[in-house]
Nanobody, 122 residues
Framework: QVQLVESGGGLVQAGGSLRLSCAAS????????VGWFRQAPGKEREFVAT???????QYADSVKGRFTVSRDDAKNTVHLQLNSLKPEDTAVYYC????????????????WGQGTQVTVSS
C-alpha cells in the first residue's frame, strides 16, 4: 500500500511558477512509477508527466518545456516544477503511483493522492 500526499498548490499570475510535491509512505518512490495528472472543472482527468523508477520521464505536449518532474529519494518525494504558467493550467493536480512500466493513462495507476489546487490568473 502506498499513501500519497500532494502539496504546493496555490494562486499565481500567468507567467509565474509553482512547485508541487508528492510525499509518499509505504513504499520507496525510487522503486515505482509516479505520474502527475490534472483535472479542470467540467473536464476529464488528463496526464501531465510521469517519472519511472529508473528516471524515465514523459510529459504531455501541453506542458513540455514548461514543467519538470524530479525525485528526492532522501525525502521519498516527487516534485513537479511548473514554470511559465498559463490560465489553462488551472486545475486540481494529482500524483499517482503504480508498480511497473511507464504509463500515461489514469486507469493504469493504483494509488492516488487527494490533489492540490493550482489556479493561474490572467
Amino acid at each position: 500500500q502506498v499513501q500519497l500526499v500532494e502539496s504546493g498548490g496555490g494562486l499565481v499570475q500567468a507567467g509565474g511558477s509553482l512547485r508541487l510535491s508528492c510525499a509518499a509512505s509505504g513504499r520507496a518512490l525510487s522503486t515505482i512509477a509516479v505520474g502527475w495528472f490534472r483535472q479542470a472543472p467540467g473536464k476529464e482527468r488528463e496526464f501531465v508527466a510521469t517519472l519511472t523508477w529508473d528516471n524515465g520521464k514523459q510529459y504531455a505536449d501541453s506542458v513540455k518545456g514548461r514543467f519538470t518532474v524530479s525525485r528526492d529519494d532522501a525525502k521519498n518525494t516527487v516534485h513537479l516544477q511548473l514554470n511559465s504558467l498559463k490560465p489553462e493550467d488551472t486545475a486540481v493536480y494529482y500524483c499517482a503511483a503504480r508498480a511497473g512500466l511507464l504509463r500515461v493513462g489514469a486507469n493504469d495507476y493504483d494509488y492516488w493522492g487527494q490533489g492540490t489546487q493550482v489556479t493561474v490568473s490572467s
